[in-house]
């Protein structure tokens, strides 16, 4: 591809609205300044070694989980980049309790940003991928400044859902519901250039699982047994062959996941009964990658797209990656989740 060939986050975003005829330019222009933020988010990562960034904060998050400064830096370049367009009626952040009214000094718009500023916070300090996770929904309430209905909306309403990994390279990818494209930050430029058009997470015969099997002793014997499968232990004819990779850290975990192939897992058990990672800004956004990418997600019991949220900060179990593979998650997880 020469330099004259190349397509930037902006120009694509661009494309894509003239394709909706209905467009307003309001929903792209949040795609943009998205895209911005991610900018300065991984100028700040790249510079934590350097900079004394790194380390905590000294308070905890919503979650009672400690909260590091580069998480606390993310989600204010997040909120500072949103909260006066007049694109947005309200937000939704891992790092704050209650949802965010866009502040009466600007202008409401009739968008719903959730998202999670810096997700992977443990694997900050070590020099490990981290990643920012986000998703756009419509406002429904007749609320000017939002309402808790505009933000427990089902996954399946999102207009788009994305992520940032900040790895060896800096990605954002993206989808508005016309598959989904991935873009490399060319830091000599300082643009996403398409790097990954029309994604589809390849299928079988990937080999991937990714769960944190630590917590084997934990599981229900339905996940047990699902992991017995995978690692060929089980004694059936078509199991096993599996490779496992896990990073600790969602984003990277799904970004290998989407490209690879395989089968990501954050299944509950009686310490974490819902699992841990969180549906509005983590398992939702990826469930909508992954659909539009040909795979799909599941709690275990139904889509993730599907699930009606009750809480802001509400948890679900997680699996997620190839159809075939999560139809194998659910098959276990349906069948005895005990020895008996
Ligand atoms: P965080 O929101 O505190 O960063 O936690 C979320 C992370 C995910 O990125 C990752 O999938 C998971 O926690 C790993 O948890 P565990 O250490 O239990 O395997
Ligand atoms: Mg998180």
């Known amino acids: 591809m020469t330099d004259t060939h190349i397509v930037t986050i902006?120009?694509?975003?661009?494309?894509?609205?003239?394709?909706?005829?209905?467009?307003?330019?309001?929903?792209?222009?949040?795609?943009?300044?998205?895209?911005?933020?991610?900018k300065v988010i991984s100028r700040q990562v790249n510079m934590a070694g350097l900079v004394d960034i790194l380390g905590r904060a000294g308070h905890r998050n919503v979650q009672g989980e400690p909260v590091q400064k580069l998480d606390v830096f993310a989600q204010d370049v997040i909120y500072r980049a949103m909260d006066h367009t007049g694109h947005l009626c309200c937000m939704v952040s891992e790092e704050v309790e209650d949802f965010i009214p866009i502040p009466d000094k600007f202008p409401a718009g009739s968008y719903v940003l959730l998202f999670d500023p810096l997700d992977g916070s443990s694997n900050i300090d070590v020099n490990v991928s981290i990643g920012t996770i986000f998703s756009i929904q419509r406002k429904v309430s007749d609320q000017e400044r939002g309402s808790l209905d505009d933000c427990l909306q089902p996954?399946?309403?999102?207009?788009?859902?994305?992520?940032?990994v900040y790895g060896s390279s800096t990605m954002l990818v993206y989808s508005t519901g016309a598959g989904v494209h991935g873009f490399t930050l060319d830091p000599s430029i300082g643009e996403f250039i398409l790097s990954h058009e029309d994604i589809r997470i390849p299928r079988s015969p990937t080999r991937y699982y990714s769960v944190n099997e630590a917590y084997y002793s934990r599981w229900n014997r339905g996940t047990q047994r699902l992991l017995d499968h995978?690692?060929?232990?089980?004694?059936?004819?078509?199991?096993?062959g599996f490779s496992a990779r896990y990073i600790g850290s969602l984003v990277a975990d799904f970004h290998r996941t989407l490209l690879r192939g395989g089968l990501f897992m954050y299944p509950s058990d009686p310490k974490q009964p819902e699992g841990k990672l969180r549906l509005l800004y983590e398992a939702s956004p990826l469930a909508f990658l992954a659909e539009q990418a040909g795979g799909r997600a599941s709690s275990g019991e139904e889509n993730i797209l599907d699930i009606q949220p009750e809480a802001l900060h509400q948890r679900t179990p997680l699996f997620i990656g190839s159809g075939e593979l999560v139809d194998l998650a659910e098959h276990y997880l349906a069948g005895p989740t005990d020895d008996g």
């Open 10 to 38: 902006d120009r694509h975003i661009i494309d894509e609205e003239r394709r909706k005829p209905e467009a307003s330019g309001a929903f792209s222009n949040i795609l943009t300044d998205m895209a911005l933020a991610a």
């Open 155 to 164: 996954g399946r309403r999102q207009l788009a859902a994305g992520y940032v």
């Open 230 to 240: 995978l690692k060929g232990t089980d004694g059936s004819a078509d199991g096993g």
